[in-house]
């Protein structure tokens, strides 16, 4: 039987979700006491000025987008070609790259970041937690335009050397999966942005992972040892299966970061408006386009091409943190 | 698990011995392999940064490539946009947080306002600075350092809001309770007890807001953009660090790569540097 089937203690509320207080009765009270009203107001203005912001910005990408969809129509959508001098825009190949990276990334972070949680939770020494969480975390304080240089000069030059030409070597040849692997080893590319986009996302899924780890109720995992299951064991069948719901909550809230990184992508992804099946060619991203065409772009359709792309990525990375909002929110409404 | 007798045999017990191993081996790994990236990212910083820093970073300007210059007019263009960001954002941060703890709480409202601020957290911030390029630059016809701060701040609030709301959550309705009943108004109750009931941590807030845009480039691109000069007020083309350690570091020329790279550590300094602080302001908060 399943943790869950057994229906032992309530789910917790997950630290990561929003700690609401309890309704508190005050409205009972006499309201018009002096300063009561203005200062709700006050607030209240403040709050009304956070809807703004963000209905501006969607009111600015949609009407921005127009221009682009009067002249493409939906063929915006399925059009690989970039072409600002024939006026001619397609979305595909930014979006391609915006969710391969995204998935490289995803691949390589998940099960490290599940490990590092499970290595911080279950293994370490308690003394060495807290600094060992810390350290992690500090991966996500560092600017992305660092991760950009780090990559462009340190991590690229050694991938050109040594990793690529030996991925080409070995896996090219394979058929199918040796696709991925063709072509001069530049160093730069869609590979490239997926591994920085990789650390860069690690220390967010982590710290959400540690947390709904940690919330399993401990019986649940006292009784699991005690039945002389192995640490291992109570990890894959106890701990993660009960957190499974905050777990994907977390891997979302780093893959909406992945989706929208700009800075480190534009130093290492190459940018060149195609598709490539191999990894290690240069590709771009939506963000990285942004980038780096933006503040060049002339002409009305250019922009709006790429206000439109703008529009999409932020649609994408809405969705993606409604998911995780609800994964990660629903005990907590649930509750009361 | 499934009831019955379990049966021990050495042989399987050896294989989950092993497989446990194995995985907690990979789990270790997994630690050892992010803070060794984290430390060859900091090594590399600090050699190649500190090679490259000098009294010139300090005082002189971003030079033309091939001739002596420094890095001031970034250092205080950043230090001025991210000054008037935080001054615009605190406030407004901290009403709305104010708002949803204290009078939103669990009402429909709050929950949309609680999912518009979220969203602003998420929102890719170069999608910031197209919005603030749109609202702010075309219409006043120039870059400027305002539009730059404005598009900074939209991304300070939403995490100025989360911390605020999140920390006066946190102090418990007897408190509420009890400073209503000796007659308090509830603005001074808000005033007086939950904020600084919670002023550790709003401060801690602040801390990381800071921290997060000090090193954002994006939302500046299209913005504050850069300038060669020095920027004493905020109405034009504003250079900023990370902007130019983005120009620098792209170019092909040595001694701009260098200046790049002491931006780079002095912005990674100061961001490290302020969310160790934040860290540890909110650590002391919970004892």
Known sequence: MSVEEAGLAPEPDIVSAHPVARPLHLSALPAGLGWDGPFRRLTGVAALMVVAALAAMLVVLVIGALPVADRMGAGFLVTQAWNPVTDVYGAVAPVAGTLITAAIAMVLAVPAALGIAIFLNELCPHRLRAPLAVAVELLAAIPSIIYGMWGLFVLAPVLASTVYPALIGTLGPLPLLGALFQGPPFGIGVLTAGLILGVMVLPFITSVARQVLAEVPPVLREAAYGVGATTWEVSRRVLIPHARRGLIGGVMLGLGRALGETMAVTFVIGNAHRIHASLLQPGTTISATLANEFTEASGDVYVSALTALGLILFVVTFVVLLGARTLLNRTGRAGR | ?287
């Open chain 2, 1 to 287: 698990m499934r009831g019955g007798t379990i049966p021990v045999s050495p042989a399987r017990l050896r294989r989950r011995r092993l497989v446990n191993l194995v995985m907690t081996g990979l789990c270790t790994a997994a630690a050892l392999a992010a803070l060794l990236v984290l430390a060859l990212i900091l090594w590399e910083l600090v050699i190649r940064g500190a090679g490259a820093l000098s009294l010139d970073v300090f005082t002189r300007a971003t030079p033309p490539p091939g001739s002596r210059g420094g890095l001031l007019n970034a250092i205080l263009g950043s230090l001025s946009m991210t000054a008037a960001a935080i001054a615009v954002a605190t406030p407004v941060g901290v009403l709305t947080g104010t708002w949803l703890a204290e009078y939103g709480r669990d009402s429909r409202a709050a929950g949309l306002v609680r999912l518009f601020a979220d969203t602003l957290l998420s929102a890719p911030s170069i999608i910031v600075g197209l919005t603030v390029y749109v609202l702010l630059v075309v219409p006043l016809g120039h870059f400027s350092g305002w539009a730059g701060a404005v598009a900074l701040a939209l991304i300070a609030v939403p995490v100025i809001v989360r911390t605020t709301e999140d920390m006066l959550a946190l102090v418990p309705d007897q408190l509420r309770e009890a400073a209503v009943a000796l007659g308090m108004p509830r603005w001074r109750m808000i005033a007086g007890v939950t904020w600084r009931a919670a002023a550790g941590g709003i401060l801690t807030g602040v801390l990381l807001a800071i921290a997060r845009i000090a090193g954002e480039t994006a939302p500046l691109l299209f913005t504050a953009l850069n300038n060669q000069f020095y920027a004493w007020d905020l109405t034009g083309p504003t250079p900023s660090l990370p902007v130019v350690i983005f120009q620098f570091a792209m170019s092909p020329y040595r001694d701009w790569q260098d200046l790049a790279w002491a931006g780079a550590l002095l912005i990674a300094a100061g961001v490290l540097l302020l969310s160790i602080t934040a860290r540890l302001i909110s650590a002391r908060g919970r004892k």
